[in-house]
DNA sequence: CGCCACCTGTACCAAGTGGTACATGTACCG
DNA sequence: CGGTACATGTACCACTTGGTACAGGTGGCG
């Protein structure tokens, strides 16, 4: 079952999915693009949905991988961290794999077979980071939960926003807004009191 | 074409789809499950892709209706009108429809034919009603425009997470930590200065 | 050489697809 | 009554789908 072609076969795979999209593709269709016959990805794969679960097993790693390498500078303060996350993901060469995020998400959330299990760590996983990063300044992990969650789904919203309107001004500028409350100062509802005030900087834009 | 038995049928076709999906489902499967038989379909839609334009075009309108329906109190705070939006949102009883939503969604950004109308008004529409709410407080339509647009991102972001993960207690931690940000007086980068801040109040939760 | 594991193509299959032709039913209105 | 517009069902069509059977084709190694 396993081989090295395999690997090589589903990384093309991914990226023609990005581009054509995911539920309009046939076996047949997939693999003429790829100029071989259907006949192999049933080979390699065992079943559409076998492929499909490796499509979406790979788009996790992807995207584990891109969470690694973000690699933050510590001293950045939430808002810049938010920010340059903002900046990385909104690259226009990245929308194709975010067009396929979303549609895989869009099936997920339906319970079609193959695609669920992008579920499983598409939230957790981000926080999990946040939390790790939050620690090194003092702040607790429940309060960098919550607050990796609304992070994570600003940044997931106005993603579903730019594909949709490709208004890339607009949806600076709404992020820009949401990373200058953190700059100013954030009332965080933790018992111990209001959170860790930064000194304002001039907003970029 | 038209006929009072259509609209009758669409809704229903609506409220199946939203229970199982919209790409996995054929004219067949369909017809049977609404006690008719996929010709029906056909001659009252036109085509398959008809059908389905005339589904999004329903979602659509009755989202428009929602949105509506919201009709705040105009003596709400920018807080409490988000808080109260998404509590209606988060609903689990409208969960089928947001699962329709978010698939359809990832459909028409990929430009699947007959999806894609979704798209036009999907943020605009949602936009312009918080100007005009703004404008009765006084608030300049561009900064109502871009924080609309961020609220309308954390929204569905955070309903993008409680469809995936079921975390009602995570997605409300995070909304009134973005709500609570408001009240205690988001700095709003407008020219004419800082704007309009509000008293604080004590955290609900 | 022969054997074996991996890989690939051709031909085929049953099942399901969207769509059409045609016949039929039903109700209103002249 | 008859006609006409809307509605519905049955039977069928060409086509595509995922999947399989079978026949090779490599290349390494005894």
């Not at 593709?25 to 997939?30: A, E, G, I, T, Y």
């Not at 709404?174 to 954030?186: T, V």
Request: aromatic letters at 6%; hydrophobic letters at 45%; a neutral charge.
């Amino acid at each position: 079952m396993p081989g090295e072609v395999r690997g090589e076969l589903l990384s093309r795979v991914v990226d023609r999915m990005a581009e054509q999209g995911v539920s309009a593709l046939s076996l047949r269709r997939l693999a003429a693009d790829l100029g071989t016959s259907h006949r192999m990805l049933i080979y390699h794969f065992g079943s559409k949905e076998g492929l499909l679960v490796e499509v979406v097993r790979e788009i996790e790693s992807r995207q584990r991988a891109a969470l690694a390498s973000l690699d933050f500078d510590p001293v950045d303060s939430p808002a810049d961290a938010i920010r340059s996350m903002w900046r990385r993901l909104a690259d226009p060469a990245l929308w194709p794999y975010e067009r396929l995020f979303f549609e895989l998400y869009g099936q997920a959330v339906q319970g079609y077979p193959g695609t669920t299990a992008l579920l499983e760590g598409v939230v957790e996983s981000w926080l999990d980071l946040n939390v790790e990063l939050a620690a090194r300044r003092g702040v607790p992990a429940e309060l960098a939960r919550t607050h990796a969650r609304l992070g994570l789904a600003v940044i997931r919203g106005l993603l579903l926003d730019l594909l949709a309107t490709g208004d890339r001004a607009g949806t600076d500028a709404a992020l820009e807004a949401f990373a200058a409350g953190y700059e100013a100062g954030l009332p965080v509802p933790t018992p111990g009191g209001v959170g860790a005030r930064r000194k304002g900087r001039a907003p970029t834009r």
